[in-house]
């Protein structure tokens, strides 16, 4: 990402006369390395007692577990120690287990997402690291744990055929695993809180996700049938499924959108799954969280995620406890990132659009919040820019929610307008069944101190703003889609925000496709274009898929204009037919389908050097420099 990230302010540099907001200001220039450095903690979790806290941090450079008393954190003390020591792509993700100071993780080999599954008890020193699964090609899924039976958790291994995951159970003391259920149908499970498996599901041809009840045996020690329970549709398909069993486990709380383009949150008796209680209907965008009780299984509170995060209380008892959380910080929006499991300590963390995240502990007996780290602290105290939501109208009447950042001198009122027009990136996220969210982004930081206005949008097809505006996007790549960016951009320049010749489009995955898409069909609105990791092929890759999975969603369907991408784009690099500059760069698959082939270990690291330092050029003069004397060394 960072070659991107460079290589698009040096290009579009290039491509203007625009001089930027910063060049001639007091706002120091942020280093890359601040930016998108290690962070110096990230991913703490509390564990179930609340003794203690776990969390990511650098060991020589590199990403591991450590782990430190909680009561020494709040005294501010160093005693923190690592608990793992990897030295290659480092620690991912971890979870607490409920069996006291145990902590499980998965983590890949170079990239292969065969997930496997290690445990470690955090309370013996020297620290001791257990293998749960560790099979070559074969992938861990970690699918139940809870606090009624600490001992095991049960897991999903594919060991048996790749396309289905069996079920285990794994005693976290001894670490034996036993099979519980041999899987050749089913896609997910769904498990109450005594860990039993009460759901399956899989699709159909026509894309509907169908649900099967599972039927036991007298005894309860085996499953003897399974029994259709409730059909959804694909389009409701996303939205609608169920969440969670109340504590008798004779309930479901589901999440369903069947009826309401928002969705519901509703509670229904599990034999009865269309005849619920209506829990929370969502105002402004779909339910993006909800927070429960660690051992009762009531449904305290909601998210929304329109223009911020908001927390919206559905039980009494906590409602004073939030709204201490909202007033504790005018600026930051509070998160709960889970409990103790008697309920008395919190581990919350703030978000901010313009300062690192803040991990804090909320005793609720003396309502006293107190704070624990950040995730950044070199980003402390520097001028960062704001993120303003804005809504652009599509020209056929929706209604995009999008996020607008300004470099800081250029807004010294923090109005979300700049003083005069200024050079703009157009920032497409990913997915593209995802959206971009209020907070702090490094990239668009590094845009915004750099002199450049950043607008990120959540075209149609984006998550979390209703039923009716993710199906808008079937069939739109390249097609309503990228009208949606285009109306974004020309809303910016009627708003004096960007000049008209001076707009880049930048992008990952499916934004990456969103640049190529940009200067192919609308050379005259982008400047220049960067894109990562992404596919011009998508067209030809999808009808292959359709062609060997009939029931293929309806959202990975593309355009006419998606297909006619493609045929242009077979002819782009004709010298006559480039009027832009494109930079396209796959660093991360480069390294995986190539240097990693590499068997000489010397000769590997060779080339993985080779890829860092080109991966750190300043100018685009460095960059091929330095790619035309690596290119003769490969």
Request: glycine residues 6%.
């Amino acid at each position: 990402m960072l070659i991107a990230i460079a290589l698009i302010s040096a290009i579009c540099a290039s491509l203007t006369t625009a001089t930027p907001a910063t060049a001639s200001s007091s706002t120091p220039l942020i280093p890359r390395t601040t930016l998108f450095g290690n962070p110096d903690i990230t991913h703490v979790r509390m564990s179930a007692d609340a003794k203690l806290i776990a969390y990511l941090a650098p060991y020589k450079n590199v990403l591991n577990l450590w782990v430190q008393p909680l009561d020494q954190v709040l005294k501010k003390e160093k005693t923190a120690k690592p608990v793992t020591f990897d030295q290659g792509r480092g620690i991912e993700d971890f979870e607490w287990t409920y069996l006291p100071g145990i902590i499980i993780y998965v983590q890949d080999k170079d990239g292969d997402e065969n997930w496997r599954l290690w445990k470690v008890n955090v309370t013996q020193e020297p620290f001791e690291v257990t293998v749960l699964s560790d099979t070559k090609g074969v992938q861990a899924n970690i699918e139940s744990k809870k606090p009624s039976h600490p001992e095991y958790i049960v897991i999903g291994l594919n060991d048996r055929d790749e396309r289905y995951h069996d079920l285990y159970t794994v005693d976290l003391k001894s670490g034996k695993k036993k099979k519980i259920f041999e899987n050749n149908h089913f896609g997910g499970f769904v498990f109450d809180n005594d860990m039993k498996i009460r759901l399956a599901f899989n699709e159909t041809d026509n894309a509907e996700t169908v649900y099967y009840k599972a039927i036991w045996s007298d005894k309860q020690d085996k499953i003897i049938a399974w029994e259709v329970y409730r059909n959804v549709s694909h389009e409701d398909s996303i939205y609608t499924y169920p969440r969670s069993f109340d504590k008798s486990n004779k309930n479901v709380y589901w999440l369903d959108a069947t009826k309401n383009d928002l969705g519901v949150l509703y509670i229904a008796p599990f034999d009865s799954p269309l005849n619920g209680t209506v829990l929370y209907t969502p105002q402004k965008s779909e339910i993006s969280d909800i927070f429960d009780h660690p051992t009762e299984y009531t449904v305290m509170a909601v998210y929304e995620n329109y223009l911020k995060l908001e927390i919206f209380p559905t039980n009494d008892t906590v409602r004073k406890d939030i709204k201490y959380l909202n007033a504790a910080s005018k600026d930051g929006q509070p998160d709960i990132v889970q409990t103790s499991l008697d309920f008395s300590k919190w581990l919350l963390v703030y978000h901010f659009d313009n300062k690192p995240l803040q991990y804090h502990l909320y005793d609720r007996a003396t309502k006293h919040i107190q704070f624990l780290f950040t995730t950044r602290k070199q980003m402390e105290g520097l001028k960062l820019s704001h993120m303003h939501g804005v809504e652009v109208k599509t020209r056929d009447g929706l209604t995009q929610l999008c996020y607008l950042s300004l470099p800081v001198e250029a807004d010294p009122h923090e109005t979300g307008r700049p003083l005069r027009p200024l050079p703009m990136v157009l920032s497409v996220h990913g997915g593209p069944w995802h959206r971009d969210e209020w907070g702090l982004k490094q990239a668009v930081q590094l845009f915004t101190n750099r002199g450049y206005a950043v607008l990120q949008c959540n075209y149609r097809g984006s998550t979390g703003f209703g039923r009716r505006f993710h199906i808008a996007g079937y069939g739109e790549w390249a097609g309503k889609m990228h009208n949606d960016l285009i109306d974004a951009v020309k809303w910016a320049i009627e708003q004096k925000i960007a000049i008209a010749n001076k707009v880049a489009i930048e992008g990952g995955s499916y934004g990456g496709y969103a640049a190529l898409v940009g200067l192919s069909f609308t050379p005259d609105v982008f400047a220049c274009a960067v894109t990562r990791e992404s596919e011009a092929e998508m067209s030809p890759v999808f009808a292959a898929l359709k062609e060997r999975h009939p029931n293929l969603r309806p959202k990975f369907y593309m355009s006419d204009c998606a297909d006619a991408f493609w045929n242009s784009w077979r002819a782009v690099f004709d010298v006559e037919g480039v009027t832009r500059l494109y930079c396209i760069w796959h660093v991360w698959r480069a390294w995986n389908a190539h240097i990693m082939k590499v068997v000489d270990d010397a000769r590997r690291s060779e080339l993985r050097e080779m890829l860092l330092k080109l991966t750190q050029a300043s100018t685009p003069h460095a960059f091929y420099s330095l790619y035309n004397t690596y290119a003769e060394v490969i």
